[in-house]
């Protein structure tokens, strides 16, 4: 990914060129985010053809590191941050993305870099755990694949700890959802957030047991069902996303082969530049430099200072 850039050293602090520029190809999106695939898995599902049209990556490369940077629209406002800090933040700095967004993968490194660029509010400090075929364990149990037929018990077991619960007859339809039920009661559900067979990875999510039935195993029968289908659907990598605190959640996942990776910070931000005047005056700056090509706009050169206190963009 490295281009012919230029570092200065200035006493303690240096001073460096990174070139931004727009990814558009899907196969060198999925090389440059294979690095890590449990931690990139948001953003691989974002190749996926029905996703790849609602999303816009952004490559930053440099001596100090590179980065990748995705806007996302297609299944709510989604922003994902991966790689070296002062590659994202050079990124960022021009393309910053819509004025709220919710920060759904980024790593605790990156947090006082995205405090300088947004208002960032309710994080949850979280960590990937990811299984494969040769490592998961099925568990096995009553559970069935839930259709649209079933979104108004769905609605009503999630909701039943007090939050609105809005989710639609053919959502369920198209994800891949497991449940298990009390007679006609929902009392426990696992489903898929992600479904990327040509990236050959899933993400599951959404998984609740009712509070009546915790400690039962419940999540444990789900969570098997789900990424049992996933595999059969072809995903090699199944992920997920958990508290650590939550030991029980930890208990079940591990017991069906889930392994720990890399800590996670999810988060809602807001752009501190709502204007986009900041991001707007870099890009004029860089095509008068001719650094910007236009119309397209596939390419920024960046000069980024690092200072042993921190890291800032000009």
Known sequence: ?????????????????????????????????????????????????????????????????????????GMGLATITLGAPDAVESILSVHPGPRRSYLSTTSPDKLPMLRRIYRVTDELSMCRMSTTRDRFTAKSG???????????????????????SFYRADTI?????????????????????????????????????????????????????????????????????????????VHAYRRLGYVFGS??????IRRKDILGIGPALRRRAAQLRGQYEIPSGTEIILRSRHREQGISSR
């Not at 090389?31 to 053809?49: C, I, M, W």
Request: contains cysteine; aromatic residues 6%; negative net charge.
């Open 1 to 73: 990914m490295t281009d012919t850039l230029e570092r200065q050293q200035l006493g303690n602090s240096a001073t460096s060129e990174y070139r931004v520029r727009a990814a558009h190809d899907p196969r060198e999106l999925e090389a440059v985010l294979s690095e890590d695939r449990p931690l990139a898995a948001y953003a691989l599902g974002h190749l996926e053809r029905d996703l790849f049209e609602s999303a816009s990556f952004y490559i930053a490369e440099g001596p100090a590191g590179d980065g990748v940077v995705m806007h996302a629209r």
């Open 142 to 164: 009553e559970a069935r694949r839930l259709t649209g037929r079933d979104v108004g018990r769905l609605n009503n077991l999630y909701a039943s700890e007090g939050g609105p």
């Open 173 to 249: 339809t198209r994800a891949v959802y497991y449940g298990i039920f009390d007679g006609p009661r929902l009392v426990a559900v696992a489903g898929s957030h992600i479904v990327a067979p040509n990236t050959s990875i899933a993400v599951v999510g959404n998984v609740f047991t009712d509070a009546a039935y915790r400690g039962s195993g419940l999540a444990t029968i789900t969570t098997s069902a789900v990424t049992e289908a996933l595999f059969t659907r072809g995903c090699a990598d199944i992920v997920l996303t958990v508290n650590p605190a939550n030991t029980p959640a």
């Open 263 to 268: 800590n996670v910070v999810e988060a809602r």
